[in-house]
């Protein structure tokens, strides 16, 4: 099965991950080889097959809805690539 | 001291003859004189670990050990361990510096024993050879006579090698393909990976959610037992770990095997395995049935979809895993970021290895609009099956046992240039995953000078009877005792 490179740079896109022109041909070549071993699962009847998210089908717990968690925020922020105020700084987003 | 297991050291150290800062030293010492060979360990704690033999020392002289006081282990890259670097493996975490304890990190701390540091892996927990950490390939003790150098397998390379080459008695690791049992198979180690949720995921770098399993390795079964005393149970941060009580995986180690049922997954064993591997595999089972079991067919019919469903799901929950790595909060941040937009796909770009990058694209074209039905949810369904004949299998048998891979380890480089030939390796570890049940790998022999591992399959939450039949195979065989030259 084969992977076009529209659908690369399209999937790139999406997964916030920058390629490089020299790349994809061996991403085309990978993926499409991946993606033939993946096609076997049409072969398989599923008619009337419910998805399997969980082995043991279990559901989401809830708990009441009480603050339990203590602040940390210094703690978490000191790992931080940069930060001020309490807040994470990145590119400016807005002109 | 080195070739002792947990077990023996634990006694060691209660009967006085040897303290644990003494015996710390002597596992530090093998790690800075043996380790440049393997490359098993990213970190070291040495000065952390020496305080907290220290603190064992003093426990033990209180009146306050327990089994675990005082002897030292190793953990995975993979769990975060507070103030000590947790890497998974990665460019993208090689700075990164948790607040905080796994659970799993927390329950062994609590249980007294005494962390050498944290072992190498497959980077992300994606990969069967631990040839993609970003800290550079393990190399598997067994197999270095003749100048190659083999693979350990993966992802827990690292914690298999260290134990295999007595660095460490006992190592955590994680499983969601066979990276558990797999390595443990490669380095002539004993590995367990428990049923889905028995263990608590908290803290432990998420790959695949509905797969990863955090588990055991060591040289014997025994010591597995007792890692995964102190591993399981119910914790309230992991919302997908389950609420049952947990025995004492130690207690039923000795019950006689008499009458247990083994089932053989006729795929398992098909023409494609080879007539060494599968030699060693059913002389294995032989010595169970001098033991007292019955061994008859079973058959697992959806098993050849395993790779290509595991293969949708895994990379499809990495791709959302994997979002987190943005450069913001934590880890690595590319340099001088023009935008937003730059900040994240260089950062992602640079961080991330190639195999990483891969599965991520994978997993979020599966994901895709358009794509979803026809792959992640076909595959879900395919899941379905794959867990249907598991529990078909159990209605007849008490545990199935398998190789658990189709050779042993292979040199470094021989499967890297197509990522498929990597994958086939998990053909027989995957379905397990996929299922939720548990299973182990138990040293059985060898193939070419090379240990060979069997695969025992247990129903949901029968991780005692899998230690059980790995334990009375161990009294009968030594094959776990053997050590690489």
């Not at chain 1, 076009?4 to 390629?19: F, G, H, P, Y």
């Not at chain 2, 070291?44 to 002897?71: C, F, H, P």
């Not at chain 2, 490669?186 to 803290?203: I, N």
């Not at chain 2, 996929?434 to 182990?440: C, E, F, N, R, S």
């Amino acid at each position: 099965m084969t992977i076009s490179r529209e659908d690369i740079e399209k999937v790139a896109v999406l997964a916030r991950i920058r390629l490089d022109e020299e790349q994809i041909p061996a991403l085309e070549n990978d993926l499409g080889n991946i993606l033939s071993l993946v096609d076997q699962l049409s072969a398989a009847d599923t008619n009337n097959v419910e998805p399997l998210a969980h082995p043991l089908d279990a559901v989401q717990r809830l708990r009441a809805d009480e603050v339990t968690e203590t602040n940390q925020r210094e703690a978490f922020q000191a790992i931080a690539p940069a930060t001020e105020s309490g807040l994470y700084l990145v590119p400016r987003v807005i002109e | 001291m080195h070739n002792k297991s947990v077990a023996e050291l634990s006694r060691e150290l209660e009967s006085g003859k040897i303290s644990s800062v003494e015996l710390t030293h002597e596992f530090l010492d093998r790690i800075k004189a043996e380790d440049r060979q393997y490359n098993s360990f990213i970190t070291v704690t040495e000065d952390q670990a020496l305080a907290d033999a220290k603190t064992a020392d003093e426990q033990r002289a209180a009146g306050k050990a327990s089994v675990w006081t005082g002897v030292p282990f190793a953990h995975k890259d993979i769990f975060c361990t507070n103030g000590v670097a947790t890497t998974c493996g990665s460019k993208m975490l090689a700075n990164f510096v948790p607040p905080y304890d796994a659970t799993v990190t927390a329950n062994f701390r609590a249980a007294g024993a005494v962390c050498l540091g944290k072992t190498n892996m497959d980077e992300f927990a994606m990969g069967s050879s631990n040839e993609s950490s970003f800290f550079g390939a393990v190399t598997n003790p067994w197999g270095l006579g003749n100048g190659e150098k083999r693979v350990p397998g993966g992802s827990s390379g690292g914690s298999a090698a260290a134990i295999a080459a007595r660095l460490v008695p006992a190592a955590t690791a994680t499983d969601t393909g066979g990276s558990i049992r797999q390595p443990a198979a490669l380095c002539g180690v004993t590995g367990l990976k428990p049923t889905y949720g028995r263990v608590s995921r908290y803290g432990m770098i998420a790959f695949a959610s509905s797969l990863d399993q955090g588990g055991t390795m060591a040289r014997t079964a025994e010591d597995n037992a007792l890692m995964l005393n102190v591993m399981a149970g119910f914790d309230p941060k992991d919302s997908t770990c389950v609420d049952r009580a947990v025995p004492d995986y130690t207690a039923t180690l000795n019950e006689p095997l008499k009458g247990l049922r083994i089932g053989l997954p006729k795929e398992y064993f098909s023409d494609q395995l080879s007539p060494a591997m599968e030699q060693q595999v059913r002389n294995a089972v032989k010595e169970y049935e001098k033991l007292g079991a019955t061994v008859k067919e079973v058959s697992l019919p959806h098993a050849k979809l395993a790779i290509a469903a595991y293969y949708v799901i895994a990379p499809a929950e990495a791709s959302a895993n994997l979002s987190r790595f943005d450069g913001v909060r934590y880890g690595y941040r590319c340099d001088n970021p023009k935008d937003l937009n730059d900040l994240y796909t260089r950062t992602r770009a640079e961080g991330f290895g190639g195999e990483v990058k891969r599965r991520i694209l994978v997993g979020t074209y599966a994901l895709s609009a358009g794509y979803f039905d026809a792959y992640y949810l076909k595959a879900q369904k395919v899941r379905r099956l794959i867990q249907q004949d598991f529990v078909n299998a159990f209605n007849e048998v008490d545990v199935l046992m398998s190789p658990v891979t189709p050779s042993p380890a292979f040199v470094q480089g021989e499967k890297t240039s197509d990522p498929v030939t990597m994958y086939l390796e998990d053909v027989f570890t995957i379905a397990v995953n996929l299922a939720g049940v548990p299973a182990m790998s138990v040293p059985a022999g060898f193939v070419d000078g090379l240990p060979v591992g069997l695969q025992i399959i247990g129903n949901y939450f029968e991780e005692a009877r899998l230690l059980n039949a790995a334990h009375q195979y161990q009294q009968v065989t030594d094959w776990h005792q053997k050590l690489p030259q």
